[in-house]
């Protein structure tokens, strides 16, 4: 059974930093590209970010490029996405996220929120 736990969110100034982490288990995390998803209030899910199963090749979303960093250490079966220079439009649900099946909720942990104040 897929499991993901998604933890590191809270509430940060207009301009601060957050790292979230992604617990992952119930399937082979190496071989699977990942992703971090968010769902801002009355909006639908944006993908932010995509790794690699490998981990060396990333893609991201222009509008959190050059500010945010998605990781994973499959050693320890965890995803990651740094989050620098926060604005309040990136206040959203965060969720982690096999890839490209984000949208199926068997495919994405509970989510962890991020609120950012201006």
């Known amino acids: 059974q897929v499991q993901l736990v998604e933890s590191g969110g809270g509430l940060v100034q207009s301009g601060g930093s957050l790292r979230l982490s992604c617990a992952a288990s119930g399937f082979t995390f190496s071989r699977n590209f990942m992703s971090w998803v968010r769902q801002a209030p009355g909006k639908g899910l944006e993908w932010v970010a995509v790794?690699?199963?490998?981990?060396?090749?990333?893609t991201y979303a222009d509008s959190v490029k050059g500010r945010f960093t998605i990781s994973r250490d499959n050693a320890k079966n965890t995803l990651f996405l740094q989050m620098n220079s926060l604005k309040p439009e990136d206040t959203a649900v965060y969720y982690c996220?096999?890839?490209?099946?984000?949208?199926?909720?068997?495919?994405r942990g509970q989510g962890t929120q991020v609120t950012v104040s201006s």
């Open positions: 790794i690699n199963g490998g981990g060396g090749s990333t």
């Open positions: 996220a096999r890839w490209p099946n984000y949208s199926d909720t068997n495919s």
